[in-house]
């Protein structure tokens, strides 16, 4: 039976973050599962428009990537989600699994990075190994997308579980709460000096780039420089931390061992 893997991540129209980032991880996935061959879907359509009409690159859409394996004659597919949390992208391509179901013997859906509460304990342990080294009276502050989905609460309950366990970060997120004011005002409460920068984000795009790390007027660096807190942004995504990359692997292992048990 010929067997694929599937990565879908939301995309990235920056080359460099794109290959520190998703291909990382697509390359320990693959490694992971050696009897499958490797395929790559964006959620995004914005994204995969861009990279069409600029580099003449297309990428699939979850749909079409699971159409066309389909009509190569893969029968068993593991798909691995890159998403951050279960929200709106993520259950687009719960969505597309479900329509292609029928078209398969097999398909296996790993989940995103923070699924369960084990994810929480071991992204905390992950941020850790990424984390400069801090002075007194420094944090780390990471940036999350944010959401109108409901998982939105993923971001709160991190930065919840960073502050009942001393961790020397917060976490905020650009389009949901916790945003960026709270942060700011609890740090000048507790008298910070200074902070670092960092997505919470598969790839450093634009959010990264314009709304975390900018000289704008409203970007975070600019908003913790001017309440007297300055900023030192670092451009990493979540995919260049070697830890997380083995969340994401170990994800589409427990998924393809649920299959088996369900098989058996």
Known sequence: MKKALLVISFGTSYHDTREKNIVACERELAASCPDRDLFRAFTSGMIIRKLKARDGIHIDTPLEALQRLADAGYQDVAIQSLHIINGDEYEKIVREVQSMRGRFARLTLGAPLLSSHGDYVALLAALRQQMPALGEGEKVVFMGHGASHHAFSAYACLDHMMTAQGFPARVGAVESYP??????????????????????????GDHAINDMASDDEDSWKTQFSKAGIPATPWLSGLGENPAIRAMFVEHLQRALDAGQERAA
């Not at 945003?179 to 450093?204: N, S, Y």
């Open 179 to 204: 945003e960026v004011d709270i942060l700011i005002d609890g740090m000048k409460t507790q008298g910070v000096g200074a902070v670092h920068l960092m997505p919470l984000m598969l790839v450093a």
